[in-house]
């Protein structure tokens, strides 16, 4: 299991007060990274939308923080496959200071789910979406 | 024309590391001022785009900083109409820390057009919508 | 255990292009409905800052979602102490729509730890902060 | 005056239910491609703030909506240098969808003030600090 991953630059509107990252955007780094590993499979978010009526949608997530990221810094947010079965997946995911080896600062996850984009009801992840066996 | 206008508090998702509001989040506060108005007219935004397919869409907009907002501040953020013909409208704006005679923070101007929801060309405010005489 | 809430009201920069609140965005009540929680207590993190140079630091969180919020939905967001010994305390937390006995949409937690505001380094929470006994 | 511009990828957590980009966040970008537009002259803004007390302020700023960028959508961000005197300069910056050469979504511009980071007053800007003739 490789560990994909992003860069994200921390920028001004990422930070509060306390002079670090604002707790609650490390989730949307989180979920920028899921993005670009679906992109990276292949999985076009607006085309399964449009012609499948299929979006993802979190379920549970969580974060746990051992170091706060600064303004400026050059984070490496990780999103790697962890379960995916029936309509639901997991991400297992990290964020890292100055690249993939870098000094760790969160460990989170999230579980999310395929749903109907107008009913919100769970559907089965159409086989081979994520480029697993069949 | 009265002063319509609500109270805001400003918390650490508002702020960034130089100890101040970020910039961008006053438009934020703006647009929240605008909402309230809107409901305090009577005006359902979720109605007006289910029932008449109408949603209303910033076109320019525009803000003066003078003093800056910090952690904790309770603000005053007014939305004033100034000016509806056609489909475009004109709301002035400014921020105050402490109330409505407060020390002024911010002024600045929001301009918004009625757009059809799926078109997003735009339309006609309907009649009377804004409570105004017709 | 009595439970402590605030009303938040759902703006168009809550929610995403799915139409509903972007998941990240319940964490930003959440810390909303802390920060009110301390105020009630009287506790102005600000003065904890400037005098004693405290600051809260969130250490673990998570959410569950069950249910989606909507723009302009008035929901109710709830911060309820579990827990609080040394420097570390813990919040419990949900998020219901129409009230405090309204629809379910989200449970969560959050574990904070009270810190110096320039080391970063752990600090006892100062004794009868939070108004338990002592 | 060449035109400096980065990428920048929409991501859920800048869109809202309307279906596009919200409004505010565009303002986030502006700041993304100015923060870049330093780094690639060689300022630092942290060791400027550490070593001279300098940080940079925003006093006015505004933005012309022409069309809406959507989710995942590619957008490119200009940031371009139009005056500086004194403790004041000038951004001129647009939004473009797919290039340097794309769609044109946005113009606006951003006047910010050097200021000194604790009293907030303005400060001359450093000789040559902008890379400008001296």
Chains 1, 2, 3, 4 share one sequence.
């Not at 930070?15 to 670090?20: K, M, R, Y």
């Amino acid at each position: 299991m490789s560990r994909f991953s992003i860069p994200v630059r921390v920028y001004w509107e990422d930070t509060d007060a306390q002079g670090v990252v604002y707790y609650a955007n490390y989730f949307r780094f989180m979920e920028r990274a899921r993005s670009e590993w679906l992109r990276a499979r292949g999985v076009e978010q607006a085309t399964l939308a449009a012609e499948q009526g299929l979006v993802f949608s979190v379920v549970d997530t969580g974060l746990r923080f051992h170091r706060p990221a600064r303004h400026d810094d050059l984070l490496d947010v990780s999103a790697v496959l962890a379960d995916a079965r029936g309509a639901r997946f997991r991400f297992v995911q990290d964020i890292r200071r100055g690249g993939p080896e870098g000094e760790l600062l969160c460990t989170g996850h999230c579980d999310a789910a395929c749903i109907d984009a107008t009913t919100f009801k769970p559907r089965r992840l159409p086989r081979g979406l994520f480029g697993e066996p069949e």
